[in-house]
Protein backbone atom coordinates (compact mmCIF):
# COMPACT_ATOMS: atom_id res chain seq x y z
CA UNK A 1 0.00 0.00 0.00
CA UNK A 2 0.75 3.58 -0.92
CA UNK A 3 -0.45 6.96 0.94
CA UNK A 4 -2.40 7.45 -2.25
CA UNK A 5 -4.53 3.64 -1.79
CA UNK A 6 -6.04 5.37 1.47
CA UNK A 7 -8.55 7.64 2.07
CA UNK A 8 -8.23 11.56 3.22
CA UNK A 9 -8.91 10.66 7.64
CA UNK A 10 -5.77 8.34 6.81
CA UNK A 11 -3.83 10.02 4.87
CA UNK A 12 -3.77 13.21 7.09
CA UNK A 13 -2.68 10.40 10.01
CA UNK A 14 -0.12 8.19 8.32
CA UNK A 15 0.72 10.23 4.93
CA UNK A 16 4.86 11.03 4.82
CA UNK A 17 5.26 9.37 8.45
CA UNK A 18 7.24 6.44 9.12
CA UNK A 19 8.07 5.00 12.69
CA UNK A 20 12.22 6.35 13.19
CA UNK A 21 14.31 3.55 11.53
CA UNK A 22 16.65 4.33 15.13
CA UNK A 23 14.59 3.98 17.62
CA UNK A 24 11.02 3.16 16.48
CA UNK A 25 9.62 6.36 17.88
CA UNK A 26 6.22 6.60 16.36
CA UNK A 27 6.29 10.24 16.07
CA UNK A 28 8.84 12.15 13.49
CA UNK A 29 11.80 13.23 15.24
CA UNK A 30 12.19 17.47 15.60
CA UNK A 31 15.41 17.05 13.35
CA UNK A 32 16.96 20.62 15.35
CA UNK A 33 20.20 20.47 13.46
CA UNK A 34 21.54 23.34 10.72
CA UNK A 35 24.07 20.44 9.23
CA UNK A 36 24.71 17.15 9.50
CA UNK A 37 28.27 15.45 9.50
CA UNK A 38 29.43 13.97 6.23
CA UNK A 39 30.87 10.07 6.41
CA UNK A 40 33.42 11.07 3.82
CA UNK A 41 34.37 13.85 1.52
CA UNK A 42 31.54 14.77 -0.40
CA UNK A 43 29.67 11.41 0.04
CA UNK A 44 26.85 13.20 2.53
CA UNK A 45 24.22 10.84 4.39
CA UNK A 46 20.79 10.15 2.02
CA UNK A 47 21.20 13.60 0.71
CA UNK A 48 21.22 15.74 3.89
CA UNK A 49 24.07 18.20 3.98
CA UNK A 50 22.76 21.48 5.23
CA UNK A 51 18.93 22.02 7.07
CA UNK A 52 18.12 25.00 4.58
CA UNK A 53 17.78 22.57 1.74
CA UNK A 54 16.64 19.26 3.55
CA UNK A 55 15.21 18.66 7.11
CA UNK A 56 13.65 15.12 7.92
CA UNK A 57 10.97 16.83 9.99
CA UNK A 58 9.99 19.40 7.07
CA UNK A 59 9.99 16.17 5.03
CA UNK A 60 7.70 14.19 6.84
CA UNK A 61 5.43 17.60 6.17
CA UNK A 62 5.54 18.19 3.10
CA UNK A 63 4.62 14.44 2.25
CA UNK A 64 1.89 14.44 4.30
CA UNK A 65 0.38 17.69 2.75
CA UNK A 66 1.26 16.54 -0.71
CA UNK A 67 -0.72 13.33 0.00
CA UNK A 68 -3.57 15.22 1.55
CA UNK A 69 -4.19 17.42 -1.96
CA UNK A 70 -3.23 14.77 -4.14
CA UNK A 71 -0.08 16.34 -5.47
CA UNK A 72 3.28 14.57 -5.81
CA UNK A 73 5.61 17.32 -4.62
CA UNK A 74 4.82 19.44 -1.21
CA UNK A 75 7.06 22.65 -0.79
CA UNK A 76 6.97 24.35 2.68
CA UNK A 77 8.20 27.76 3.42
CA UNK A 78 7.99 30.28 6.05
CA UNK A 79 4.51 32.05 5.77
CA UNK A 80 1.77 31.75 3.43
CA UNK A 81 2.94 34.86 1.84
CA UNK A 82 6.32 33.10 1.13
CA UNK A 83 5.14 30.76 -0.83
CA UNK A 84 3.12 32.80 -3.08
CA UNK A 85 6.43 34.74 -3.61
CA UNK A 86 8.52 31.32 -4.71
CA UNK A 87 5.63 30.82 -7.11
CA UNK A 88 5.19 34.04 -8.76
CA UNK A 89 9.22 34.17 -8.74
CA UNK A 90 9.33 31.76 -11.32
CA UNK A 91 8.68 34.78 -13.80
CA UNK A 92 10.81 37.72 -14.92
CA UNK A 93 10.14 41.10 -15.24
CA UNK A 94 8.12 41.81 -17.92
CA UNK A 95 5.99 38.80 -17.73
CA UNK A 96 2.24 39.47 -16.60
CA UNK A 97 -0.11 37.41 -13.90
CA UNK A 98 -3.85 37.23 -13.81
CA UNK A 99 -5.35 37.39 -11.15
CA UNK A 100 -8.56 37.46 -8.27
CA UNK A 101 -9.22 40.50 -7.19
CA UNK A 102 -10.98 39.73 -3.96
CA UNK A 103 -7.88 37.90 -3.20
CA UNK A 104 -5.93 37.66 0.73
CA UNK A 105 -4.90 41.57 1.42
CA UNK A 106 -1.25 40.74 1.86
CA UNK A 107 -1.44 38.85 -1.44
CA UNK A 108 -2.82 41.97 -3.26
CA UNK A 109 -0.06 44.27 -1.60
CA UNK A 110 3.06 41.83 -2.36
CA UNK A 111 1.77 42.04 -5.82
CA UNK A 112 1.41 45.57 -5.92
CA UNK A 113 4.00 46.98 -3.80
CA UNK A 114 6.76 44.45 -3.91
CA UNK A 115 6.56 42.20 -6.97
CA UNK A 116 5.17 44.74 -9.36
CA UNK A 117 8.24 47.38 -8.78
CA UNK A 118 10.36 44.35 -10.22
CA UNK A 119 8.65 44.24 -13.26
CA UNK A 120 6.29 42.08 -13.03
CA UNK A 121 2.81 42.91 -14.51
CA UNK A 122 -0.64 42.27 -12.79
CA UNK A 123 -4.71 42.28 -13.78
CA UNK A 124 -6.82 42.32 -11.17
CA UNK A 125 -10.04 40.61 -12.47
CA UNK A 126 -13.27 39.10 -10.82
CA UNK A 127 -12.64 35.44 -11.81
CA UNK A 128 -16.59 34.57 -11.16
CA UNK A 129 -16.94 36.03 -14.58
CA UNK A 130 -14.92 33.64 -16.73
CA UNK A 131 -15.21 35.54 -19.68
CA UNK A 132 -13.19 38.30 -17.53
CA UNK A 133 -10.70 36.03 -17.09
CA UNK A 134 -10.19 34.71 -20.58
CA UNK A 135 -10.29 38.45 -22.10
CA UNK A 136 -7.27 39.69 -19.00
CA UNK A 137 -5.05 37.13 -20.82
CA UNK A 138 -1.83 38.34 -22.92
CA UNK A 139 0.74 37.15 -24.69
CA UNK A 140 3.29 37.58 -21.93
CA UNK A 141 1.07 36.13 -19.59
CA UNK A 142 2.67 33.28 -17.66
CA UNK A 143 0.16 32.54 -14.44
CA UNK A 144 -3.41 32.72 -13.30
CA UNK A 145 -3.56 33.14 -9.57
CA UNK A 146 -7.05 32.32 -7.82
CA UNK A 147 -8.75 32.36 -4.58
CA UNK A 148 -11.42 29.94 -3.78
CA UNK A 149 -13.69 31.16 -1.46
CA UNK A 150 -12.53 34.68 -0.77
CA UNK A 151 -11.54 36.46 1.79
CA UNK A 152 -13.79 37.81 3.07
CA UNK A 153 -16.83 38.12 0.60
CA UNK A 154 -17.31 34.50 -0.28
CA UNK A 155 -16.82 34.64 -4.23
CA UNK A 156 -16.50 31.53 -5.45
CA UNK A 157 -14.76 30.70 -9.18
CA UNK A 158 -15.36 27.94 -10.92
CA UNK A 159 -11.73 25.99 -10.76
CA UNK A 160 -12.63 22.93 -13.60
CA UNK A 161 -13.39 25.58 -15.79
CA UNK A 162 -10.60 28.05 -14.63
CA UNK A 163 -8.23 25.01 -14.94
CA UNK A 164 -9.68 24.91 -18.85
CA UNK A 165 -8.76 28.39 -19.78
CA UNK A 166 -5.61 28.03 -18.59
CA UNK A 167 -4.42 24.48 -20.28
CA UNK A 168 -5.70 26.43 -23.56
CA UNK A 169 -4.17 29.02 -22.91
CA UNK A 170 -0.76 27.11 -22.08
CA UNK A 171 -0.58 29.10 -18.82
CA UNK A 172 -0.32 27.52 -15.13
CA UNK A 173 -2.96 28.22 -13.17
CA UNK A 174 -2.82 28.33 -9.26
CA UNK A 175 -4.99 28.14 -6.27
CA UNK A 176 -4.89 29.20 -3.20
CA UNK A 177 -6.54 26.88 -0.86
CA UNK A 178 -6.29 28.18 1.86
CA UNK A 179 -10.07 28.67 3.21
CA UNK A 180 -11.30 25.45 1.84
CA UNK A 181 -8.75 23.18 2.88
CA UNK A 182 -7.64 20.19 1.23
CA UNK A 183 -10.64 18.35 3.27
CA UNK A 184 -13.37 20.28 1.30
CA UNK A 185 -11.63 20.99 -2.04
CA UNK A 186 -8.77 19.76 -3.98
CA UNK A 187 -7.88 22.03 -7.04
CA UNK A 188 -5.58 19.41 -8.61
CA UNK A 189 -7.89 16.98 -8.68
CA UNK A 190 -10.00 19.59 -11.01
CA UNK A 191 -7.20 20.54 -13.31
CA UNK A 192 -5.60 22.89 -11.46
CA UNK A 193 -1.55 23.18 -11.73
CA UNK A 194 -0.38 24.14 -8.32
CA UNK A 195 -2.10 24.63 -4.77
CA UNK A 196 -1.33 27.36 -2.12
CA UNK A 197 -1.51 27.22 1.50
CA UNK A 198 -1.38 29.35 4.59
CA UNK A 199 -0.56 26.75 6.75
CA UNK A 200 -1.33 29.13 9.54
CA UNK A 201 -4.82 28.62 9.37
CA UNK A 202 -6.78 25.08 8.49
CA UNK A 203 -4.02 23.06 8.38
CA UNK A 204 -2.55 23.54 11.50
CA UNK A 205 -5.40 24.84 12.83
CA UNK A 206 -4.33 25.37 16.62
CA UNK A 207 -3.26 29.32 15.27
CA UNK A 208 0.44 28.44 17.02
CA UNK A 209 2.34 28.37 14.07
CA UNK A 210 3.09 30.49 10.95
CA UNK A 211 3.30 28.69 7.97
CA UNK A 212 2.96 28.27 3.96
CA UNK A 213 2.90 25.20 1.42
CA UNK A 214 2.79 24.53 -1.98
CA UNK A 215 1.44 21.47 -3.76
CA UNK A 216 2.34 20.26 -7.29
CA UNK A 217 2.23 17.04 -9.64
CA UNK A 218 4.55 19.59 -12.46
CA UNK A 219 8.07 18.38 -12.18
CA UNK A 220 9.12 21.47 -13.59
CA UNK A 221 7.41 23.20 -11.04
CA UNK A 222 8.55 21.45 -8.01
CA UNK A 223 12.22 21.61 -9.30
CA UNK A 224 11.46 25.44 -9.36
CA UNK A 225 9.77 25.28 -5.37
CA UNK A 226 12.87 23.12 -4.35
CA UNK A 227 15.29 25.58 -6.15
CA UNK A 228 13.22 28.26 -3.80
CA UNK A 229 13.51 26.85 -0.48
CA UNK A 230 17.32 26.52 -1.31
CA UNK A 231 18.11 29.44 -3.56
CA UNK A 232 15.81 32.18 -1.39
CA UNK A 233 15.53 30.24 2.03
CA UNK A 234 12.20 31.35 3.30
CA UNK A 235 12.16 27.65 4.69
CA UNK A 236 10.19 27.18 8.13
CA UNK A 237 12.26 25.77 10.87
CA UNK A 238 11.80 21.67 12.23
CA UNK A 239 9.78 22.97 15.71
CA UNK A 240 7.01 24.44 13.08
CA UNK A 241 6.83 21.70 10.84
CA UNK A 242 6.15 19.16 12.95
CA UNK A 243 3.67 20.92 15.09
CA UNK A 244 1.65 21.96 11.57
CA UNK A 245 2.21 17.99 11.41
CA UNK A 246 0.26 17.38 14.65
CA UNK A 247 -2.17 20.00 13.40
CA UNK A 248 -2.54 17.91 10.26
CA UNK A 249 -3.20 14.18 11.82
CA UNK A 250 -7.12 16.26 13.34
CA UNK A 251 -7.93 17.76 9.81
CA UNK A 252 -10.57 15.51 8.90
CA UNK A 253 -12.55 15.66 12.27
CA UNK A 254 -11.93 19.70 12.83
CA UNK A 255 -13.19 20.19 9.32
CA UNK A 256 -16.41 17.94 9.79
CA UNK A 257 -16.90 20.22 13.16
CA UNK A 258 -16.37 23.73 11.24
CA UNK A 259 -18.19 22.87 8.31
CA UNK A 260 -21.43 21.79 11.08
CA UNK A 261 -20.49 24.80 13.16
CA UNK A 262 -20.64 27.17 10.33
CA UNK A 263 -23.66 26.49 8.39
CA UNK A 264 -25.69 26.44 11.44
CA UNK A 265 -24.24 29.50 12.40
CA UNK A 266 -24.79 31.00 9.00
CA UNK A 267 -28.55 29.94 8.99
CA UNK A 268 -29.11 31.28 12.12
CA UNK A 269 -27.23 34.70 10.94
CA UNK A 270 -29.42 34.96 7.97
CA UNK A 271 -32.38 34.69 10.03
CA UNK A 272 -31.86 37.52 12.68
CA UNK A 273 -32.93 41.31 12.36
CA UNK A 274 -30.02 42.96 12.92
CA UNK A 275 -27.66 41.44 9.84
CA UNK A 276 -28.88 42.54 6.77
CA UNK A 277 -26.62 39.96 4.58
CA UNK A 278 -25.16 36.57 5.40
CA UNK A 279 -22.11 35.60 2.96
CA UNK A 280 -21.28 31.98 3.35
CA UNK A 281 -21.25 29.74 -0.02
CA UNK A 282 -23.36 27.00 1.89
CA UNK A 283 -26.09 28.23 2.02
CA UNK A 284 -28.94 28.16 -1.00
CA UNK A 285 -28.78 32.05 -1.09
CA UNK A 286 -25.57 32.27 -1.99
CA UNK A 287 -25.46 33.34 -5.47
CA UNK A 288 -22.82 30.51 -6.66
CA UNK A 289 -23.80 27.96 -3.83
CA UNK A 290 -24.33 25.49 -7.19
CA UNK A 291 -20.73 25.76 -8.09
CA UNK A 292 -20.38 25.64 -4.32
CA UNK A 293 -21.73 22.31 -3.68
CA UNK A 294 -20.10 20.56 -6.97
CA UNK A 295 -17.09 21.69 -6.19
CA UNK A 296 -16.37 21.60 -2.38
CA UNK A 297 -17.26 19.19 0.34
CA UNK A 298 -18.37 21.14 2.85
CA UNK A 299 -18.33 25.41 4.04
CA UNK A 300 -15.80 26.13 6.43
CA UNK A 301 -16.48 28.01 9.41
CA UNK A 302 -15.85 31.08 7.59
CA UNK A 303 -18.42 33.60 7.62
CA UNK A 304 -18.84 36.77 6.25
CA UNK A 305 -21.71 39.79 7.62
CA UNK A 306 -23.41 43.00 6.85
CA UNK A 307 -24.37 44.88 9.51
CA UNK A 308 -25.09 48.03 7.55
CA UNK A 309 -22.95 50.51 9.16
CA UNK A 310 -19.52 51.00 11.39
CA UNK A 311 -21.44 51.46 14.26
CA UNK A 312 -23.45 48.14 14.78
CA UNK A 313 -20.21 46.07 13.33
CA UNK A 314 -18.08 48.13 15.62
CA UNK A 315 -20.42 47.36 18.73
CA UNK A 316 -20.43 43.64 17.67
CA UNK A 317 -16.99 42.92 17.58
CA UNK A 318 -16.16 44.44 20.74
CA UNK A 319 -19.06 42.82 22.58
CA UNK A 320 -18.26 38.80 21.97
CA UNK A 321 -16.77 37.10 24.92
CA UNK A 322 -16.17 33.65 23.46
CA UNK A 323 -15.71 35.38 19.67
CA UNK A 324 -12.25 36.80 20.06
CA UNK A 325 -11.65 40.02 18.05
CA UNK A 326 -8.57 39.25 16.34
CA UNK A 327 -7.00 38.50 12.94
CA UNK A 328 -6.32 34.93 11.40
CA UNK A 329 -8.89 32.16 11.04
CA UNK A 330 -9.08 28.72 10.90
CA UNK A 331 -8.55 27.44 14.85
CA UNK A 332 -10.33 25.54 17.11
CA UNK A 333 -11.25 28.58 18.56
CA UNK A 334 -13.56 31.32 17.23
CA UNK A 335 -12.49 34.52 16.03
CA UNK A 336 -14.11 37.96 14.75
CA UNK A 337 -12.85 40.36 12.87
CA UNK A 338 -13.57 43.61 10.90
CA UNK A 339 -11.95 43.37 7.57
CA UNK A 340 -11.83 47.09 6.37
CA UNK A 341 -10.17 47.99 9.60
CA UNK A 342 -8.08 45.20 10.04
CA UNK A 343 -7.32 42.63 7.29
CA UNK A 344 -8.17 44.79 4.50
CA UNK A 345 -6.49 47.84 5.99
CA UNK A 346 -3.66 48.02 2.88
CA UNK A 347 -6.02 48.03 0.15
CA UNK A 348 -7.02 51.44 -0.77
CA UNK A 349 -10.82 52.26 -0.01
CA UNK A 350 -12.06 52.58 -3.68
CA UNK A 351 -11.07 49.32 -4.21
CA UNK A 352 -12.52 48.12 -0.72
CA UNK A 353 -15.72 49.39 -2.16
CA UNK A 354 -15.59 47.86 -4.78
CA UNK A 355 -15.02 44.51 -4.04
CA UNK A 356 -17.80 45.04 -1.58
CA UNK A 357 -15.72 45.29 1.70
CA UNK A 358 -17.94 47.69 3.71
CA UNK A 359 -17.44 49.10 7.20
CA UNK A 360 -20.33 47.54 8.64
CA UNK A 361 -18.76 44.29 7.41
CA UNK A 362 -17.78 41.45 9.95
CA UNK A 363 -16.19 38.50 9.45
CA UNK A 364 -16.04 35.11 11.71
CA UNK A 365 -14.03 32.26 12.01
CA UNK A 366 -16.20 29.69 13.59
CA UNK A 367 -14.47 27.46 15.35
CA UNK A 368 -15.44 23.58 16.94
CA UNK A 369 -16.44 24.87 20.35
CA UNK A 370 -20.11 23.57 21.41
CA UNK A 371 -22.61 25.75 19.00
CA UNK A 372 -25.23 26.47 21.27
CA UNK A 373 -22.15 28.43 23.16
CA UNK A 374 -21.39 29.80 20.00
CA UNK A 375 -25.01 31.57 18.73
CA UNK A 376 -25.68 32.56 22.64
CA UNK A 377 -22.15 34.71 22.59
CA UNK A 378 -23.15 36.18 18.56
CA UNK A 379 -27.00 36.69 20.21
CA UNK A 380 -26.08 38.87 23.02
CA UNK A 381 -23.15 40.94 21.03
CA UNK A 382 -26.03 41.55 18.28
CA UNK A 383 -27.90 42.77 21.44
CA UNK A 384 -25.71 45.13 21.87
CA UNK A 385 -25.18 46.54 18.64
CA UNK A 386 -27.33 49.67 17.83
C1 LIG B 1 -3.39 34.25 5.86
C2 LIG B 1 -3.52 34.06 4.41
C3 LIG B 1 -2.41 34.18 3.55
C4 LIG B 1 -1.05 34.60 4.06
O1 LIG B 1 -0.48 33.60 4.86
P1 LIG B 1 0.58 33.90 6.02
O2 LIG B 1 0.84 32.54 6.56
O3 LIG B 1 -0.06 34.83 7.00
O4 LIG B 1 1.77 34.51 5.37
C5 LIG B 1 -2.60 33.94 2.21
N1 LIG B 1 -3.81 33.62 1.71
C6 LIG B 1 -4.89 33.50 2.50
C7 LIG B 1 -6.20 33.15 1.88
C8 LIG B 1 -4.80 33.72 3.86
O5 LIG B 1 -5.89 33.62 4.63
Request: glycine fraction near 8%.
Amino acid sequence: MTDSDYRFATRAIHAGQRPDPTTGAIMPPIYQTSTYVQPALGEPLEGYEYARVTNPTRHALEANVAALEGGRHGIAFASGLAAIEAIVKKLSAGDHVVTEENTYGGTTRMFRTILARLGIDFAFVDTRDLDALRAAIRPETRLIHLETPTNPMMRVTDLEAAAAIGREAGIPTCVDNTFASPYNQRPLELGIDLVVHSTTKYLNGHSDVIGGLVVTSSDEWGEHLYYMQKAAGAVPGPMDAWLTLRGTKTLAVRMEAHNRNGLAIAEWLSAHPKVEEVYYPGLPSHPQHALARKQMKGFTGMISLELGGMARARAMVEATRLFALAESLGGVESLIGHPAIMTHASVDPERRAAMGISDGLVRLSVGIEDVDDLRDDLEQALAAAP
